[in-house]
């Protein structure tokens, strides 16, 4: 596989890991107003 598109998968796949957390963090916050 090239490096560059390795690169850029692992970069994309790890912003769609933080939003998902950010946005099970958010719901859990809203619960517990």
């Not at 970069?11 to 916050?29: D, H």
């Amino acid at each position: 596989m090239n490096q560059v598109l390795l690169a850029s998968f692992i970069v994309s796949f790890g912003n769609l890991t933080k939003y998902q957390a950010f946005r099970i963090s958010m719901q859990k916050l809203g619960r517990r107003r």
